[in-house]
Structure formats: C-alpha cells, structure tokens
C-alpha cells in the first residue's frame, strides 16, 4: 500500500551557499514535500506503537548549483531542509537518509527519508475493547546552518492506494485525514530574520476502530459464564454457608487469575477501560453474594431456634438476592457496556464510508 501526501514550506533569502538560496523578488524558498507510507502493521497495545514503511522526500531548487558535478558537491556546506518524522520510537527506528542534487541543469535538490521502523500511537483505551486509536505521521522540519525552531508542511492532499495489514484493527476508510493548521501566520524564527508560512500540514493521521471480537468472546462471555456459575449457590440450603461460599470464592479466584493472565496484554493505565469496569461490577456481584448468603445463614438460624416465626423467610430472602443480583449484574453491563458499544457502531459507520 503506499499514501502519498504532498506539500511545501519556505526559508528567507540568503546568498550564501550555507543559507537558503535566493529567490526572484525575495521572500520563501519554495520546498514540495512527498510523504509516501508503503506499511503499517503490527499495532502494540503494551508499547503504543506501531510498525511502518514510510519515505518522506523534499525537493527545492538551488540556483547556485546549476552546472555543478553532483560528485563536487559538500552538502555539509550548502542548505538544505531536514524535515524529520516527530512520533518515531527511536529505540526501534532506522531513518536512511541521502541529500542529493537531482539535476544539475536545473538546480532541482533532494532530500531523501528512508523511514522503518515503529510509530508511537495515540492510544486512549478507555472504551476498550470498544476503542479506536490514531495513526499518524507527524512531521517537523529544521534547516542546516540556520537555528530555526518551528517549520510546519504546507496543507496538501494524502490518498490510500492499498490497505493497511493491521488483524485487529479497521481503517478509516480510504482516505487518511489531514490534520491542518487554521492559523495561516505560523510564525517561524531563524539567526536572519522572523517570517510566516502558509498553512501547515503538520501530520497527516488515520483513524482505526478495534474490532472486538475476540475480547467479547474469550474475555467479556467468560466473566459472564464465570458469574452465572455463581449464582448456583443460590440452590443450597439457607444453613448451608460453606457450600455456598465455596462456589463464590472459586469463582471470585477464577475471575482474578483471568483479570491477571488479560492484563499482561494490555499496558498499565491510569484508568479503568470499560472491560476493568464490567470485571470490577461483577467482582461487586460477587461480594454481594457472599453478604447475603451470610444474612439468608443467620435468619435461617433464628428460624430455626424461634426467634423468627416467618418459616418461609429465609427462601424469600435467598430469591430475593438472586433477583436484585442478577438485576444489578444487568443494570450495571448495560451502563458500562452498551454507551461503548454504540459509540463503537457510529465509528465502524463512519470508517466503512
């Protein structure tokens, strides 16, 4: 697959080889910029990173360099922009990278990015596994021999022509969106001068919806399985409280050795994702199961020493807690699960567009 963005952005006049060339009639030196993407795939949660192909190749023309043997030329003397990929993981990134003047007749230079590696995500996993996340390509650019602190891409246009190889996760569609900035005055300082730029296209991204699927069938239904198994405490008798507690604790240990095996898929958040909340109410379910085996245990006993006459008490009071537990077990599901999964919905809509 390969995404193609292009663009420009300017530097000020200057006659020295080591400053911007010159332009007719002063101001910016004009640069196209071509963001080419070949692949993604590969996302990881635990890192928030993903793998990716991408070439990021600038051209602009020297006038100086007209007639010049390529072979002759020191770019560590001449300018030239280095534009420069802002979320790349370092630690597991490769950037080859080759200056060149393409046409020696017409001054036409290159800088060429060859990029493979991982690209950090904007990962929110809050609604996870009902999710999405942001792929993007975030771009900057500095300029050799010139202290320039802030250098944005001009506004262009970026297209799919294939598909990313990411399992688990649906893209947007076939049009990545760009990101742009409204503000036409960005203002950009050099040791020359200050100057402005166009409107700036400073990362082109794409939106991706996880498809859940195996976490509702291998996560979320086996918590639930695990609860249902639960509630056959209900049918032991009302004195009987080791049987009782015996089921809720061995379903409250599997719930916690599963919780356990998930979380070493998933990175440590500073949040509950929607699948810790749906565990967490179960967990509750459970603790209120083992409250009220104990109060069914002690107005049984009372029964049965007179104290309460009402024989039937302790049936009704074991019904009633299977009632509001699995009444609380489904109030709870639909308040965690169901907002998510209908946000969900509206964004698998707005990606198969």
Same mark, same amino acid.
């Given at each position: 697959m390969a995404s193609v963005a292009t663009?420009?952005?300017?530097?000020?006049?200057? @006659?020295?080889l080591k400053d911007p060339p010159p332009q007719l009639g002063g !101001?910016? $030196?004009? +640069? @196209? $910029?071509k963001v080419v993407i070949m692949a993604v795939s590969a996302m990881d949660a635990l890192t928030k990173t993903v793998s990716a192909q991408a070439f990021v190749d600038s051209y602009w023309y020297d006038k100086r360099l007209i007639g010049k043997k390529p072979s002759e030329l020191d770019w560590a003397q001449i300018w030239h922009p280095q534009p420069s990929i802002q979320n790349q993981d370092s630690s597991t990134s490769n950037n080859e990278i080759a200056v060149k003047l393409n046409n020696s007749e017409t001054g036409k230079c290159a800088y060429l990015i060859s990029f493979t590696g991982r690209l950090q995500v904007a990962l929110d996993m809050r609604a996870f596994p009902f999710d999405?996340?942001?792929?993007?390509?975030?771009?900057?650019?500095?300029s050799a021999g010139?202290?320039?602190? @802030? +250098?944005?891409?001009?506004?262009? $246009?970026?297209?799919?022509? !294939?598909?990313?190889?990411? =399992? =688990?996760?649906l893209i947007a569609g076939d049009s990545p969106k760009e990101k742009l900035d409204l503000d036409p005055r960005m203002k950009v300082t050099s040791d020359v001068e200050s100057f402005e730029l166009d409107f700036a296209l400073e990362q082109v991204a794409w939106k991706v919806v996880r498809q859940p699927g195996y976490y509702k069938y291998k996560s979320l239904l086996l918590t639930y399985f695990l609860l249902f198994l639960s509630f056959?405490?209900?049918?032991?008798e009302n004195d009987d409280l080791p049987s009782k507690m015996d089921v809720i604790l061995n379903v409250f240990l599997a719930t916690v050795a599963f919780l356990l095996v998930a979380s070493q898929n998933l990175p440590t958040l500073p949040y509950l994702s929607t699948l810790d909340k749906v565990i967490m109410c179960n967990f509750t379910i459970?603790?209120? @199961?083992? +409250?009220?085996? $104990?109060?069914v245990k002690l107005v049984q006993d009372k029964i049965d020493n007179g104290s309460i006459t009402t024989t039937n008490l302790g049936d009704k009071l074991n019904l009633y807690g299977m009632v509001a537990t699995l009444g609380l077990c489904a109030l709870g599901n639909l308040v965690f699960l169901v907002p998510a999964a209908i946000k969900q919905s509206a964004e698998f809509k707005e990606v198969l567009k």
């Open positions: 663009g420009s952005f300017g530097f000020p006049d200057s @006659e020295n !101001g910016a $030196v004009p +640069v @196209e $910029v999405s996340a942001t792929i993007s390509l975030d771009l900057s650019c500095s010139q202290s320039i602190s @802030e +250098v944005a891409l001009k506004a262009s $246009v970026a297209r799919f022509s !294939g598909a990313m190889s990411l =399992e =688990e996760w056959s405490h209900y049918a032991y459970l603790l209120l @199961e083992a +409250v009220l085996a $104990v109060a």
